[in-house]
């Protein structure tokens, strides 16, 4: 079964009282209706969604999260003609909270809720498996908000994390430890 065809849950059987986060992997090319609905009852309840791949304000999760973590490969099918940066700026500006462009092996660009920039190069790394690359960058994120971060610092972390994943194989190798990523985020320097 994939993930387009795996049963969802009615999103008002689930229960937000403990949840404090919420991470949606939206896809810009799968707009699930449960997954949506979910976000916006998380949201309505003050619970800090992320979501992937929002690229304009007629997208359903545009107000329904707090933190847009946008993939340039995504931007560059739906959006070909775009400053992808100029792009990322003008939606923080109508969204309001935190709007993350990844890019691959390229610089994580990021704007934060007061529209300050900032960019953080990726280390070169052996890239050996891009699966889960983007849930470990996103758990980088999840980290720095749980302990109250920077952003700043939360982008370290998560370009740390992503980076690190790319050299295992996912399918045999245990994730990278927290003390690795950590260690591997300290060297990074945020423009």
């Known amino acids: 079964i994939g993930f387009t065809t795996a049963p969802m849950v009615d999103a008002t059987e689930i229960d937000l009282a403990d949840i404090d986060i919420l991470t949606v992997n939206f896809y810009y090319n799968n707009p699930e209706q449960e997954t949506s609905r979910l976000a916006k009852i998380a949201h309505d309840k003050g619970v800090t969604v992320i979501a992937s791949d929002v690229l304009d304000e007629n997208n359903i999760l545009f107000n329904a999260s707090s933190i847009l973590i946008n993939s340039r490969a995504v931007m560059a099918k739906i959006l070909p003609d775009t400053d992808h940066q100029n792009h990322t700026i003008d939606l923080q500006k109508k969204h309001g909270g935190i709007v993350i462009m990844t890019d691959g092996e390229n610089p994580v660009f990021a704007v934060d809720r007061d529209g300050k920039t900032f960019s953080i190069d990726v280390p070169q790394m052996d890239v050996h498996d891009t699966t889960g690359a983007g849930d470990a960058f996103r758990a980088g994120i999840i980290y720095g ?47």
């Open 145 to 191: 908000l749980i302990h109250d971060w920077a952003l700043e610092e939360s982008l370290k972390l998560a370009v740390a994390a992503g980076s690190l994943q790319v050299e295992r194989d996912a399918s045999e190798q245990a994730p990278t430890s927290l003390k690795d990523a950590l260690a591997l985020a300290h060297q990074m320097t945020v423009k």
